[in-house]
């Protein structure tokens, strides 16, 4: 067994290391390395994210992207950021259920992660942005979540006059670049930092057999063996697709096109850092892994699941957590 | 009149640098330098923070602090930290009138700036607590700010395995580290490296001229005639005492004692970091630094301001943004 997948992983890791190989895979200058990253059954998560020819990444960008993430008055009461339900201190979420946003209204979904979330095309749980700078539009302005309408965003940031120079140097030779389209590729220019290589898995596939123990080798065997992996697979432990989820309430991706074919189909989650986000699934109703394996196993691959097998597979998620990025809070411009 | 202004300041500038050179000043071991910090009219920041003896500062316990400070799970809801109204991008506060707290509920008093917070005996605007041990307690509890009983915080903080180790370098040899006091010790602990020392008026009170404005240094002139020196004065620009300031509907320190001497009586706000920590006043009524010296002149020292008098006071108080503290975000234990 241990050594037939052993043999299983060496391929794959022969697969993965050529694939690495293609030119813009690890220099992140290429738009769409999903196909590439979602290939094959694992990959290490890669140490840049790819980066769309129209947002080029600038260290003045992700400056003041970080300082738009932070930024509370982009939001109608002054004190809800990005940070607020993407907490870097969290795993990139706010670890409850659904997220709190404008007057304690509750979200219908669990915040996803922001950490890696740059390696995904689709973006929210219905996909229903195709690209991070799609999905920064909204909750800036959504109701329940910061409550600030964009015309409205934009002129408190032109208010705030400390921020010319820093749109300046972000968005050069730009007439006006106080604008929301450069207020969302700025945070999203920062998110693509948000990166969490080398966790013991990555070491483990770039050949260190000692940085996960048997057992979450064995859970990785269970993984792929039980089905799983015919969507939680590639670096991000996701296809980053749509796939039909049938639990609980959510129509998911049907809400937004009206598509009988979409009902309750939600977006392939990461499941990298995964002990760092719970709660777990689109509506955090799994309180632990376990009790997310169980559901999944039920709902999606429709398999028997055994205690042994369930501790293997936790053992396996839990080598997920890789390097958090180190960010020093940004002081922001006073007026 | 410059002349003689620089004359004044020399004389206060070498009763500083003796009073600086006073054991335990820039030591941050004395108990109580308050008596040091408020004499005379003006003082540079000192560098480190006055410790109590009951609560010395360790890396560890700094660092336990920090966690803590950011720790949303301190909250009923899960989303509200020390860091929530005490934002360190933000100069320490929330930049609202009064600070918004567990369901949005609004608190009586604009947040006071937790930078340089250590240099003051007296906390909150009523100087209710005598520590900043004693404050750290009061915002988790409060019913519309983090609404957490203590007994429920502590086993909270128990819940997350992953503080165990924290509390127990934190707190060497104690049996049981994980305690309410020793919560609100490390958050002290963190609290007390927030000082913003080095800011313009700092560099000119240290004795270069050219760190601030000519007309920073007739406001400074202005400030003193004006009698705004009797409780702004010293390194915190602050006496830290109690004083009657009949603005508003709130009763002040009578609320907590009953004694009628009290009402209306305030803690006299640190000026340090001003241009970061709008609006002001105890009520946030003032939005602007100027709004702020026309009732303080009205109400308080019952002058005449003219025009060129306050743009002189604003340039002066816009000297006092010092260095703001470089923190690194924490990374919180998942459980």
């Known amino acids: 067994m241990k050594h037939g997948s052993f043999a299983i992983i060496g391929m794959s890791l022969l697969i993965w290391?050529?694939?690495?190989c293609t030119p813009g895979f690890f220099e992140g200058t290429s738009t769409t390395p999903l196909e590439q990253v979602v290939k094959g059954p694992l990959a290490t998560v890669p140490d840049k994210a790819p980066v769309p020819a129209d947002n080029p990444m600038t260290p003045a960008k992700v400056e003041l992207g970080k300082m738009l993430y932070f930024e509370p008055r982009l939001s109608e009461s002054g004190i809800i950021s990005c940070h607020?339900?993407?907490n870097l201190s969290l795993g990139g979420t706010d670890r409850i259920p659904t997220s709190l946003g404008h007057d304690f209204q509750t979200g219908g979904r669990n915040a996803p992660t922001v950490l890696n979330a740059a390696f995904f095309n689709l973006q929210f749980w219905d996909g229903r942005a195709a690209s991070l700078e799609e999905q920064a539009e909204g909750p800036i302005q959504a109701g329940v979540e910061m409550a600030m309408p964009k015309e409205l965003a934009v002129e408190v940031i032109k208010g705030i006059?400390?921020?010319s120079p820093y749109f300046q140097a972000a968005f050069p030779g730009e007439e006006d670049p106080i604008t929301f389209e450069n207020i969302v590729k700025a945070i999203a220019a920062f998110e693509r930092t948000l990166i969490t290589p080398n966790d013991p898995l990555d070491q483990y596939l770039r050949g260190d057999e000692n940085a996960i123990s048997a057992q979450a080798i064995e859970g990785m065997d269970v993984?792929?063996?039980k089905g799983c992996m015919r969507c939680h697979k590639g670096a991000m432990l996701s296809t980053g697709e749509l796939t039909k989820f049938e639990h609980g309430q959510d129509l998911g991706a049907f809400k937004v096109t009206g598509d009988p074919e979409d009902k309750m189909v939600f977006r392939v989650p990461t499941l990298r850092n995964l002990p760092l986000t719970a709660p777990?699934?689109?509506d955090g109703s799994a309180?632990?892994?376990e009790e997310a394996i169980h559901i999944m196993a039920e709902v999606q691959v429709d398999?028997?699941?055994n205690?042994?097998?369930e501790a293997a597979i936790v053992a396996f998620l839990e080598s997920t957590v890789g390097d958090q990025p180190k960010i020093v809070i940004p002081i922001l411009p006073a007026d």
């Open 17 to 20: 290391v050529m694939a690495a």
């Open 84 to 86: 607020t339900c993407h």
């Open 161 to 163: 006059k400390g921020y």
């Open 223 to 225: 993984f792929r063996l």
């Open 280 to 282: 777990y699934l689109h």
């Open 287 to 289: 309180a632990t892994i």
């Open 303 to 305: 398999k028997e699941i």
């Open 307 to 309: 205690l042994a097998e």
